[in-house]
């Protein structure tokens, strides 16, 4: 009988992300490796996750692809759980959520 190792069983990321405005909030799930929850686009969202090894602070300016106007409709950008055994407690507010997404790509696009 084949039994994974330990290392398998343990997901490469579990996160919490919560996007606020003035409208409310929306709260989704991201696990990675294996890749589910309840975010729209998982493998999307653990791909730009990858790319800086979690860390969510680094994926600003290298996502910029848009240009966004200058309203300002402020949005909060929150993530809590795991990356590869280190804890991710991220929070920070954008002008709009096309600023959000310029600076986090995929990650909070829900």
Excluded at 50 to 62: F, H, L, P, V, Y
């Amino acid at each position: 009988m084949f039994t994974a190792p330990a290392s398998a069983l343990v997901p490469e990321g579990t996160l919490q992300l919560t996007v606020e405005d003035q409208t409310g909030y929306r709260t989704v799930t991201l696990t990675c490796g294996p890749t589910t929850g309840t975010h729209p686009d998982p493998a999307a969202a653990c791909q730009a996750l990858r790319q800086t090894d979690g860390n969510i602070e680094a994926m600003s300016k290298d996502q910029a692809t848009t240009l966004c106007t200058l309203e300002y409709a402020p949005v909060t950008a929150a993530a809590q759980g795991f990356w590869r055994g280190r804890t991710v407690n991220f929070r920070k507010e954008f002008p709009n959520r096309c600023a959000l997404h310029n600076e986090t790509g995929p990650l909070f696009r829900f």
